[in-house]
């Protein structure tokens, strides 16, 4: 039985087929870096910056307060492997936090959307190879 995109819990390669991911940091700078990296690099579809919040966390033994941008992905389950390496990769944070969350329901047209801007890219070069083959 086939659900329609708005209509439950979709699987994409048994992942679930939409995720939101949260991370924070600690400058309103490098969330929007974060964000518009991630956007670029098709590993989410779009991104929301929210702050500063604060944030009461245990760290190395002491209780710590901090304030935070909170940075909210919209991407795919097929996605979400990349965009966890995106934010391993870019984050100053020795452990960021990165957690998905799926998305159970939600409109058709925006699902759909995210689905069609959070994908690998393809390779260029066999168009860029048969421009110039001539």
């Known amino acids: 039985m086939e659900m329609a995109a708005g209509a439950g819990t979709?699987?994409?390669?048994?992942?679930?087929a939409w995720l939101t991911v949260l991370t924070t940091t600690d400058d309103p700078g490098?969330?929007?870096?974060?964000?518009?990296?991630a956007v670029e690099a098709r590993v989410a579809a779009c991104a929301q910056i929210t702050g500063p919040v604060t944030s009461v966390y245990?760290?190395?033994?002491?209780v710590e307060t901090a304030s935070e941008w909170q940075v909210l992905f919209k991407t795919?389950?097929?996605?979400?492997?990349?965009?966890?390496?995106?934010?391993?990769?870019?984050h100053d944070y020795d452990t960021p936090e990165i957690?998905?969350?799926?998305?159970?329901?939600?409109?058709?047209?925006y699902l759909r959307w995210v689905e069609e801007e959070a994908v690998e890219e393809a390779v260029e070069?066999?168009?860029?190879?048969?421009?110039?083959?001539e």
Do not use: F, N, Q
């Not at 070069?125 to 083959?133: D, L, N």
């Open 10 to 16: 979709g699987t994409a390669a048994g992942t679930r």
């Open 30 to 37: 490098k969330a929007e870096t974060l964000a518009r990296g």
């Open 58 to 62: 245990r760290w190395k033994g002491a």
């Open 76 to 90: 795919t389950g097929a996605r979400y492997d990349a965009l966890e390496a995106y934010l391993l990769a870019a």
């Open 99 to 109: 957690i998905a969350t799926p998305v159970v329901r939600g409109s058709a047209d």
């Open 125 to 133: 070069e066999e168009s860029m190879e048969e421009g110039t083959a």
